[in-house]
């Protein structure tokens, strides 16, 4: 699995507070929160950015955005909303080459974001 983070927590090699898990997917709460909910979900398998996604990862992608929803339920933001954001590359702000998805709410979210 290398030196990437999330793989390494996929792994369990580093500890993190997982609140969902699929066979393709895994949900774990942010370590730097920038909202009450901050959750990242990640496919298990290691895809660096949005751009290395293929038809084929269409499964997966489905999968995530089940996650996703899960979260919000669980996390009980799903009735009052939550923002759903993708970064990709480094000027967008993407810290990790693994893709992942931020679950964020539990308070009113700006727009355009900072």
């Known amino acids: 699995m ?3 983070l999330f793989c390494n927590i996929v792994a369990r090699k580093i500890p993190a507070t997982i609140v ?3 066979d393709k997917t895994l949900a774990f709460r942010d370590i730097n929160p920038r909202a009450p909910v901050h959750v990242l979900v990640i496919p ?3 895809l660096p950015s949005l751009m290395d996604v293929e038809s084929r990862h269409a499964a997966v992608l489905a999968d995530i955005h089940l996650a996703a929803q899960t979260v919000a339920r669980q996390d009980k933001i799903d009735d009052k909303g939550f923002r759903l954001v993708v970064n990709v590359g480094k000027d967008s702000g993407q ?3 693994h893709l992942h ?3 964020l709410g539990g308070r009113k979210l700006g727009w355009p974001p900072g």
């Open 2 to 4: 290398g030196e990437c």
């Open 20 to 22: 969902y898990e699929t």
């Open 44 to 46: 298990k398998e290691h």
């Open 95 to 97: 810290a990790v080459d």
């Open 101 to 103: 998805y931020h679950v």
